[in-house]
């Protein structure tokens, strides 16, 4: 029995009769396998082993109950839990979790259009309509706080990215020509914002394109999937998360998704000067922090990896800093 099997029975019978099929994790180290029930030639389930002390059992069931507050959402996959009723197991050193397995294909970049950037910040709006307490919590940004820190140990170290690829080293080399600058204008952009109380309330933190699937051929959310990163924060996070990554470099759709979030009832506070503040401070912090990921040998995608720093870079050296012209 594999490991994905030995945990998918740990989950009850009707899952160990499931053919278990992996898929690409992404970046995160994360093992990823659909599901498919007998006979059924399209996924039923989404079972997912979380790389080693990436997250904890209570913060993972933490998770899974605000996955909850939202299963009323067409686009929200089902958490299944054990007979005992616990919504993860632990086999072979790691955190398993079972869901859903959400229909639909992550293709924007291939299908880009006004109403799929639209119908995301509706979908977006909607998990935080769900999520937002009646009186949030007003607390130091937290969103704010993590990239001062990441550009903090930045600095500090001086990381010198191990580069097993040429593209990988010419990517590298290009981001810490500009990081000083980057680095120096996104903390003085920032400060003001440092110790300024917001309301929080959970967010998923890392909404990006490979994680918004919509209908083979429409425009439709069929799925929004990976709350692994999910924390209480400033929802203004994930509308600079996903903007950024669908229409980074096209105003008129990143003010369409604006006014689209808005009038489906998102967030109030959510204004268009902070999105872009975040927006361009995180591909300033994205970079940094690949630099970081790369000071040793890991388990990724040269190439991958390469073409994501680069996205990075170009916005930024594109841009002046991120900055929209």
């Given at each position: ?176 020509a500009g990081l000083p600058r980057w680095a120096a204008r996104a903390a003085n952009d920032l400060a003001p914002w440092a110790d300024r109380p917001v ?92 630099l970081l990921r790369l000071t040793g040998p890991g388990r990724y995608d040269a190439d991958a990896v390469a073409a994501r720093l680069w996205t ?14």
């Amino acid at each position: 029995m594999s490991g994905a099997e030995g945990a998918a029975a740990r989950f009850g019978r009707e899952f160990a009769a499931a053919r278990w099929v992996a898929r690409p994790g992404g970046f995160s180290g994360a093992a990823v396998f659909a599901g498919f029930t007998p006979g059924e030639t399209d996924p039923t389930y989404c079972l997912k082993a979380h790389p080693p002390g990436a997250v904890t059992p209570g913060r993972l069931v933490r998770i899974h109950g605000w996955v909850g507050r939202a299963a009323h959402l067409s686009f929200v996959p089902r958490v299944y839990t054990t007979s005992d009723g616990l919504s993860r197991v632990e086999t072979g050193g790691r955190l398993w979790e079972l869901t859903g397995w959400m229909p639909g294909t992550a293709d924007f970049r291939a299908h880009p259009s006004a109403a799929r950037v639209e119908n995301a910040c509706r979908a977006l709006a909607a998990l935080h309509a769900a999520w937002r307490p009646a009186a949030p919590a007003a607390v130091p940004f937290p969103g704010v706080g993590r990239r001062l820190a990441l550009l903090g140990e930045w600095r500090a170290r001086d990381p010198v990215p191990f580069t097993p690829s040429p593209g990988l080293a010419a990517a590298v080399a290009a981001a810490r020509a500009g990081l000083p600058r980057w680095a120096a204008r996104a903390a003085n952009d920032l400060a003001p914002w440092a110790d300024r109380p917001v309301p929080v309330h959970p967010c998923l933190c890392d909404v990006h394109h490979d994680n918004v699937l919509f209908a083979p051929g429409g425009d439709e959310v069929t799925g929004v999937v990976d709350y692994a990163a999910m924390k209480p924060d400033h929802p203004a996070v994930d509308l600079a998360r996903l903007l950024g990554d669908l229409v980074p470099d096209d105003p008129a759709g990143y003010a369409a998704g604006l006014s689209a979030y808005r009038t489906a009832g998102g967030s109030p506070g959510v204004t268009d000067e902070l999105v872009r503040l975040l927006d361009r401070t995180g591909a300033v912090c994205a970079a940094a922090n690949w630099l970081l990921r790369l000071t040793g040998p890991g388990r990724y995608d040269a190439d991958a990896v390469a073409a994501r720093l680069w996205t990075f870079v170009r916005r930024l050296e594109e841009g002046d800093g991120g900055e929209r012209r």
